[in-house]
Nanobody
């Protein structure tokens, strides 16, 4: 199986920055898409950002212009640089890796907490 290990979450003041990392291990296959989702208490899980193996990116409207997603295919790692953080960004952030052309399934990380104080 593929294991996704997330790191970089924590507590930050509004206007600050955090950098999340997610490393995929247990497979030599390249994920078609890697991305970040987040879920606040009582709310639906939503897409934050995603990047394909070719480097194409997409962002949720609420984070566009503030967050940047990138990936290192050689390291099977995806990153999320979060700038200008606001209290509304407080959520558990989950890493997701899609292996549609190899395993025909997706894997999820356990999540990392991001808390932004006023």
């Amino acid at each position: 199986q593929v294991q996704l290990v997330e790191s970089g979450g924590g507590l930050v003041q509004a206007g600050g920055s955090l950098r999340l990392s997610c490393a995929a291990s247990g497979s030599i296959a390249r994920a078609n898409v890697m991305g970040w989702y987040r879920q606040a208490p009582g709310k639906q899980r939503e897409l934050v950002a995603a990047v394909t193996s070719a480097g194409s990116t997409t962002y949720g409207d609420s984070v566009k212009g503030r967050f940047t997603i990138s990936r290192d295919n050689a390291k099977n790692t995806v990153y999320l640089q979060m700038n200008s953080l606001q209290p509304e960004d407080t959520a558990v952030y989950f890493c997701k890796a899609d292996y549609l052309t190899t395993f025909q399934r997706a894997y999820w990380g356990q999540g990392t907490q991001v808390t932004v104080s006023s």
